[in-house]
């Protein structure tokens, strides 16, 4: 073999090398109800994780977690951004919210103008308000996307703004639907096959199912359980790959 074909052979093994590295190496965390910590080398996005107590049937934010993100630790060292699908207490917590961005100060706090109404007037000069849908390019590999969808239960929860949130980093796709209810709106306009695509246990339903088929996520990850539910959430018809996430801090790994 002579040195240029050498060279050229292992030019393309780093390159390729490089790519699988780009398509691994991502973690998410439960972080309780429907929160979830997406990781990626030293970097964190969280989806609606950081809440208090409400009521004993939900996870309130672990108090080691609440540490580490304070302290900056790993997988916390650099939050990207904090992501909320909507105001309840079950998935938003304003004081909580307000000591992780005490510490991280240049994160990203993104959700709906409900949300942000519950913060103190400075927080709100640092948050990204979502009317409808938006698109935040972070860098060139990096891309969230809120998009308003209706929340469940409508007789008593039509008002409450409810965003889906997809991000995109590298290669890979995540979808977390927030309090989603099983209507066609929840899918309007997602593209097909995202990685993972994190839903509420009630989609285990024969309509939830019916969408989920469409979108033909890679995994799912079924949350917003009770601690103490231990029903099984599945459904034969599903086409993908299940997983319940239930206890705080389970990890998928990716
Ligand atoms: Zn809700």
């Known amino acids: ?25 991502f973690e998410i965390r439960y972080l309780g109800n ?19 107590f409400y ?6 934010t672990d108090e080691q ?16 951004a904090i992501a909320v699908t909507h105001r309840h207490s079950d998935h938003f917590d304003s004081a909580v919210v307000t000591r992780v961005m005490n510490v991280h100060g240049s994160t990203l706090l993104v959700s709906g103008g409900q949300t942000m109404s519950l913060l103190s007037s400075d927080l709100q000069k640092k948050f990204t308000k979502v009317t409808d849908s938006l698109t935040i390019r ?26 889906r949130v997809e991000i995109t980093w590298n290669n ?12 066609d709106e929840a899918i309007d306009l997602l593209k097909e096959k995202p990685g993972v695509m994190v839903v509420p246990s009630w989609y285990l339903s024969d309509k939830g199912t019916e969408l989920l088929n469409k979108v033909k996520p890679g995994k799912i990850l079924v949350t917003h359980i009770s601690p103490a539910d231990n029903a099984l959430y599945k459904n034969e018809k599903l086409k993908s790959e299940v997983i319940s996430f239930r206890k705080y801090g389970d990890i998928l790994k990716l």
């Open 55 to 60: 009521e004993s049937d939900y996870l309130q």
């Open 34 to 52: 429907m929160g979830i910590a997406v990781s990626h080398n030293d970097s964190t996005i969280l989806i609606d994780a950081l809440h208090d």
């Open 65 to 80: 977690a609440l540490k580490a993100i304070l302290a900056k630790q790993a997988p916390y060292k650099k939050i990207i």
């Open 138 to 163: 972070i860098n060139d590999r990096l891309k969230l996307h809120l998009y308003r969808i209706p929340h469940t239960y409508a007789a008593r929860h039509a008002a409450v703004e409810n965003y």
């Open 1 to 25: 073999m002579n040195t240029m074909v050498k060279y050229f052979l292992l030019l393309i093994i780093t390159l390729g090398a490089g790519i699988l590295h780009a398509q691994k190496n």
């Open 172 to 183: 890979f796709r995540l979808v977390h639907l927030g309090d989603a209810d099983e209507k």
